[in-house]
């Protein structure tokens, strides 16, 4: 009978113990992915801050050459 129990108590333990580490592992896994996708997220964020800021700036720069171009021309 009290072999039953030991068996019993060790095999509880065993199961215990293998459920808080993969509890932990998923956990660690989760915050790891979950930071990934934050740092990507703000990757891109970037990426699409600075391309449209270069759009901007070319868009800009091509106006601002085609009106002194026009204004070069119709004075001449």
């Known amino acids: 009978m009290e ?12 199961i215990v113990v293998v459920v808080v ?3 932990v592992v ?4 989760v915050a790891v992915v979950v930071e990934v996708v934050i740092v990507v997220a703000a ?4 990426v ?3 391309v449209v800021v270069v759009v ?5 720069v091509v106006v601002f050459v085609v009106v002194v ?8």
């Not at 901007?56 to 800009?60: A, F, K, R």
């Open 3 to 14: 072999v039953v129990v030991v068996v019993v108590v060790v095999v509880v333990v065993i």
């Open 21 to 23: 580490v993969v509890v």
């Open 26 to 29: 998923v956990a660690v896994v």
């Open 43 to 46: 990757v891109i964020v970037v």
């Open 48 to 50: 699409v801050v600075v």
């Open 56 to 60: 901007v700036v070319v868009v800009v």
């Open 69 to 76: 171009v026009v204004v070069v021309v119709m004075n001449v």
